[in-house]
Nanobody, 121 residues
Framework: QLVESGGGSVQAGGHLRLSCAPSTTSYICMGWFRQAPGKEREGIAVIYPADRSTQYADSVKGRFTISQDNAKNTMYLQMDSLKPEDTATYYC??????????????????WGQGTQVTVSS
């Protein structure tokens, strides 16, 4: 079961770091999705542990960084330069063994319960 932590409320321009545990073995993609009120869930960042390759949505590229600490069995999402439009519930996701790694929601059968991030202007 995936468990997220680290959400909260910050002002625009601030930063937060989300955590997700447990992270996976090397050949399972993991990532983060988010859902704002009235909007569909959006894939924002994924990482393939085997080669540490990453992919980001254009909306967060250059501001968010996904990483994984194998020693701590934890995945992170560092969020900098936060904007009010980043306000959403953020979900940790896990893919399938040896499957692809993309921002496609269908690639992720396992989801955490979500953590709320609120950015005020």
């Amino acid at each position: 079961q995936l468990v997220e932590s680290g959400g909260g409320s910050v002002q625009a321009g601030g930063h937060l770091r989300l955590s997700c545990a447990p992270s996976t073995t090397s050949y399972i993609c993991m990532g983060w999705f988010r859902q704002a009120p009235g909007k569909e869930r959006e894939g924002i960042a994924v990482i393939y542990p085997a080669d540490r390759s990453t992919q980001y949505a254009d909306s967060v590229k250059g501001r968010f960084t996904i990483s994984q600490d194998n020693a701590k069995n934890t995945m992170y999402l560092q969020m900098d330069s936060l904007k009010p439009e980043d306000t959403a519930t953020y979900y940790c996701v896990k893919g399938r063994l040896f499957a692809g790694c993309s921002l496609n929601r269908a690639d992720f059968p396992s989801w955490g319960q979500g953590t709320q991030v609120t950015v005020s202007s």
